[in-house]
Each structure stands twice: as C-alpha cells, then as structure tokens.
C-alpha cells in the first residue's frame, strides 16, 4: 500500500488526473463496503470538473487517525481525508469550501489566556468547517474543543470510563478576570460514547468581561464547579473540573466568547490569546498561567 508521505504529494494531482482508481485501491474495507467505485466515480468525475489545482491547506495529527486537507486553486472546493494508524483512507468527503469573511474579522477587544495549566490538544478549532465543525454555527462558530492526549489516545486502559481519559477531572480556570453571570451544574457525566443533546452544554460556567465579552467554559464535572453567579474571579482562578456532560461524547473542553451572554442568540467572537498564537486543530498547545 502507498504509505501516507506520498499520497500527501500526490492526492491532489490523482484527483486532478482523474486516476480514482489509485486513490479507491487504498480506501478501508468499510469505506468500500458503503460506497462502491462506480458511486465513487459519480461523485468524483464532476468535483474536479474546471479545477487546474489542488493544494495541501491542513493535515493534523488527530487522535486515532490523520486528517489532511486540500483546497482548488479558487478555494472553493475541498478533498478531506482521514487516514487510519495502518495508512488507509478510512473517509474521505468531497466537499464545497466556505468561509465568512465578516466573522473571521470580528476578534475579541480582550486577550485571553488558556482555561487551563499544562499541555492540551486541539480537536476542533479554527476558521473553516473542515476543522472546526462549530463554525457552521453562528454562535458557535470559532469555539474550541480541547482534550488531552498522551501517545496519539486521549485515553489510557479503557475508552469506557470517564476517569480514564487524561482530561478528566483537570482543572479548568478563568481565561481573564471578570464576574461570573451563571452557572449550570447536576448535570450527570455521560457515558463515554453517549450525549446528552437535551443539555448541550452540560454544565458551565458563563464569566463576564471588559468589553461585554463573555466566555462559557462547558462539559465541567457535576458538583465540580467552585464559583457562584455574582462573584468576582482573577484570571487564572479555578471555576471547575473538566468532565463530559452536556452533548459530549467523551471528557474535553467547550471554550468559546461570546458579544452576548445568550447561548441562543449570541455570535462567537474569533479570540485573541496572550500567546499570540491562534490554535488550530492538530495543535498542542502550554498554558502560560
């Protein structure tokens, strides 16, 4: 089998050389066994229709698999593969390619820290939906989800308990001073797998800050969250434990800002980091609190 260092050189010119069969040969069993060559074929031929260039914009080393993406030379069309540990396309979506110019341009007026301490991992965040599913939603839309990870799993022993994965229970700070105008907690921790689309942010914690920006910090442990409506926190300052309520299929960490403190009617704000790094997915990142 091609090992993935040549198809990252060669994917966007098989496309383009319309030789699907080299690229169908290397797809897994199950992704064959959903999608013939001939539908493969029917979506393929017509995608690159018109295109003189595929470019390699991403690639991310994700837990559990290799994500790598490319973008027609007029960025309106996009190739995503994934690919497993033993280098096969186990995904692969042909897909238009949108951004919102306005809302990438709308940054937070505030700098804000990592809500946490230590080494954490990017699994979604950024300005497009490839690698931000969030962004389709306009609330949502440049919100983060962190987790931990230690040799390429999020996880240690069993996937099946939320104590194992290395995440959990990590405590989670204020990412900037302000005042704390709700809390949610009782919520139980799912079972890993399992979400709980009633209650999509679990529990949270929606702080307050110069500007009228409001961060909400989300999926935090029940009983774990250490500060009330009204009180007062320093940036750094412990608000809860990392857990996996809410509409979480395993223990990581929803941070988003907000213009306003709706979950329903707020837009996400695009944040600026004291680090000066904007995190994108595939990224592991240090606090500097």
Same mark, same amino acid.
């Given at each position: 089998?091609?090992?993935?260092?040549? *198809?990252?050189?060669?994917?966007?010119?098989?496309?383009?050389?319309?030789?699907?069969?080299?690229?169908? !040969?290397? /797809?897994?069993?199950? %992704?064959?066994?959903?999608?013939?060559?001939?539908?493969?074929?029917?979506?393929?031929?017509?995608?690159?229709?018109?295109?003189?260039? %595929?470019?390699?914009?991403? $690639?991310?080393?994700?837990?559990?698999?290799?994500?790598?993406?490319?973008?027609?030379?007029?960025?309106?069309?996009?190739?995503?593969?994934? %690919?497993?540990? =033993?280098? $096969?396309?186990?995904?692969?979506?042909?897909?238009?390619?949108?951004?919102?110019?306005?809302?990438?341009?709308?940054? /937070?007026?505030?700098?804000?820290?990592?809500?946490?301490?230590?080494? &954490?991992?990017?699994? &979604?965040?950024?300005?497009?939906?490839? +690698?931000?599913?969030?962004? =389709?939603?306009?609330?949502? !839309?440049?919100?983060?989800?962190?987790?931990? #990870?230690?040799?390429? *799993? /999020?996880?240690?022993? /069993?996937?099946?308990?939320?104590?194992?994965?290395? =995440?959990?229970?990590?405590?989670?700070?204020?990412?900037?001073?302000?005042?704390?105008?709700?809390?949610?907690?009782?919520?139980?921790?799912? +079972?890993?797998?399992?979400?709980?689309?009633?209650?999509?942010?679990?529990?949270?914690?929606?702080?307050?800050?110069?500007?009228? $920006?409001?961060?909400?910090?989300?999926?935090?442990?029940?009983?774990? +969250?250490?500060?009330?409506?009204?009180?007062? #926190?320093?940036?750094?300052?412990?608000?809860?434990?990392?857990?996996?309520?809410?509409?979480?299929?395993?223990?990581? *960490?929803?941070?988003? #800002?907000?213009?306003?403190?709706?979950?329903?009617?707020?837009?996400? *704000?695009?944040? !600026? %980091?004291?680090?000066?790094?904007?995190?994108?997915?595939?990224?592991? +990142?240090?606090?500097?609190?």
């Amino acid at each position: 089998m091609e090992p993935v260092t040549n *198809l990252k050189q060669t994917m966007g010119q098989l496309f383009l050389a319309q030789q699907f069969e080299e690229v169908y !040969r290397v /797809t897994t069993t199950e %992704f064959q066994h959903y999608v013939t060559y001939d539908q493969f074929l029917n979506l393929a031929i017509p995608f690159v229709e018109g295109v003189e260039q %595929f470019r390699l914009e991403h $690639e991310a080393n994700l837990p559990y698999s290799k994500q790598m993406i490319w973008l027609d030379d007029m960025k309106t069309k996009a190739i995503v593969v994934a %690919f497993n540990p =033993a280098n $096969e396309i186990e995904s692969l979506f042909l897909t238009p390619f949108t951004i919102d110019e306005q809302a990438n341009k709308r940054y /937070t007026k505030n700098t804000y820290h990592y809500p946490f301490k230590g080494e &954490w991992f990017v699994f &979604w965040g950024g300005t497009n939906e490839l +690698i931000n599913y969030h962004y =389709a939603y306009e609330s949502q !839309r440049f919100a983060y989800d962190f987790v931990k #990870v230690q040799d390429g *799993l /999020t996880y240690h022993q /069993t996937p099946e308990r939320n104590d194992m994965y290395f =995440a959990y229970n990590e405590e989670i700070l204020a990412p900037l001073e302000g005042t704390v105008i709700e809390v949610v907690d009782g919520i139980v921790d799912n +079972i890993p797998g399992q979400m709980d689309e009633q209650n999509p942010a679990g529990n949270f914690v929606i702080i307050e800050h110069a500007n009228k $920006e409001y961060s909400l910090l989300a999926h935090l442990i029940p009983s774990s +969250i250490t500060v009330r409506v009204g009180q007062h #926190v320093k940036t750094g300052e412990t608000i809860g434990r990392c857990g996996n309520s809410g509409n979480s299929s395993e223990t990581h *960490l929803h941070f988003q #800002v907000m213009d306003t403190p709706s979950l329903a009617s707020c837009k996400s *704000l695009r944040i !600026r %980091f004291n680090s000066k790094q904007e995190p994108l997915q595939g990224d592991t +990142i240090k606090s500097k609190i």
